[in-house]
């Protein structure tokens, strides 16, 4: 299980902000406040992905990059 304190060294790891952690994350700004103030546990998948990130040595920002290019996708499926 990851800690508050981890989660915190996740985000600095991965050059994110709350804000950008929970746009990743698919939560509230509110609720990656609260992982960090150990308020709440920090759900398995949301713990499992940014383990990955950091594994794979992906920064923040290009999975932030990655998953718009994936919505812009899904928005513009079968415009052609």
């Known amino acids: 299980m990851m800690t508050a304190r981890q989660y915190e060294r996740a985000l600095e790891i991965l050059g994110l902000t709350h804000e950008q952690a929970a746009q990743l994350l698919d939560v509230t700004k ?5 992982w960090a ?8 998948p949301a713990e499992a992905y940014l383990r990955h990130l950091i594994a794979t040595g992906t920064t923040g920002a290009k999975a932030l ?3 718009q290019a994936d ?3 899904q928005a513009h499926r079968g415009e052609d």
């Open 37 to 44: 103030s150990k308020n709440r546990k920090i759900p398995g």
């Open 65 to 67: 990059e990655i998953q």
């Open 30 to 34: 509110r609720a990656s406040h609260h």
């Open 71 to 73: 919505k812009y996708k």
